[in-house]
C-alpha cells in the first residue's frame, strides 16, 4: 500500500495548495500551511 498511501498524500497535499478542504484519509498529518515536505533550513 506504500505507493497507494504516497499518491493520497500527493492529492491532499495538492488539495491543500489549492486552498480546498484537507479531507483524504490521511489523518493526523504533519504537514502546516506553508511548510516544506523537506529538513527546515538552517540559515
Known amino acids: 500500500p506504500r505507493p497507494a498511501l504516497g499518491a493520497e498524500a500527493v492529492r491532499l497535499l495538492a488539495t491543500r495548495i489549492?486552498?480546498?478542504?484537507a479531507e483524504?484519509?490521511?489523518?493526523g498529518c504533519a504537514f502546516r500551511a506553508g511548510a516544506t515536505?523537506?529538513?527546515?533550513?538552517?540559515?
Do not use: D
Open 18 to 21: 489549492a486552498g480546498g478542504p
Open 24 to 27: 483524504g484519509t490521511l489523518v
Open 37 to 43: 515536505a523537506g529538513p527546515p533550513a538552517v540559515p
